[in-house]
């Protein structure tokens, strides 16, 4: 199966800082990347949809101000996370998808962060 | 609107009893995806099934079994002899074809608890 690759795995932060989650597909072209946040004992919600090379689609109540995307090649995304509150303290997954994965998508790792 | 319902908040059994998770969905598009995911105390995310709207069989994977019935909008999981190992998150997740082809909407997810 196809792999998709997350870093870091874990991360933690002072309040304020930035910081940045990568998202990689390591064999095959994502297209479209999906960024997942998970609070603890709680499901997946959406965050965002992004398409490589175009702004990301952000669901509502996301801040895109807060939480920035960059989809600029076929194999990378990230999510940035600035101004990092306590409240941003979750599990964030990405997914991703292409032309050759047949509508199925792929999930990273995962990447923990904890914000102090 | 989709929504995705797992009523059962968390399963308990002992080793080699069955256990089945419950699984309704919401969807006004007549093309869709439905999928189980397993997540472990790691947090990745594994795939455990897909099936689409138009493929109502059931299926059977080693002691994994799925019953998908549309009159009903459900898509049960059964699993048989349960083992230690199968204890984790289970979701039930959907996607559509109108609006962003992807997108999953998960449900609350069902914790299994298996005790030797």
């Known amino acids: 199966g196809a792999v998709v690759s997350q870093h870091p795995s874990w991360v933690i932060c002072k309040s304020g800082t930035s910081v940045k989650i990568e998202c990689r597909s390591l064999d095959f072209q994502a297209t479209t990347m999906f960024w997942y946040r998970q609070f603890p004992k709680q499901s997946l919600m959406l965050m965002a949809t992004?398409?490589?090379?175009?702004?990301?689609?952000?669901e509502q109540g996301v801040e895109k101000d807060k939480f920035l995307i960059n989809h600029a090649s076929l194999t990378l995304s990230t999510l940035t996370v600035t101004s990092a509150h306590p409240e941003d303290s979750s599990f964030y997954i990405c997914s991703a998808t292409g032309p050759t994965t047949y509508n199925e998508q792929f999930f990273g790792p995962g990447t923990r962060l904890t914000v102090l | 609107a989709q929504k995705v319902t797992q009523a059962q908040t968390e399963i308990s059994v002992v080793e080699k009893e069955d256990v089945t998770l419950d699984c309704v969905y919401e969807t006004r598009d007549t093309t869709y995806y439905l999928f189980w995911y397993k997540q472990p105390p790691s947090g990745e995310l594994v795939f455990l099934i897909r099936r689409n709207s138009f493929d109502e069989q059931n299926e059977i994977s080693g002691r994994y079994s799925w019953n998908f019935q549309k009159s009903t909008s459900s898509f049960n999981f059964t699993i048989t002899a349960s083992q230690v190992v199968d204890s984790a998150v289970y979701f039930c997740?959907?996607?559509?074809?109108?609006?962003?082809?992807?997108?999953?909407?998960f449900g609350a997810g069902t914790q299994v608890v298996v005790t030797p």
């Open positions: 992004s398409n490589e090379g175009s702004k990301a689609t952000y």
């Open positions: 997740a959907l996607t559509w074809r109108t609006d962003s082809w992807g997108k999953l909407q």
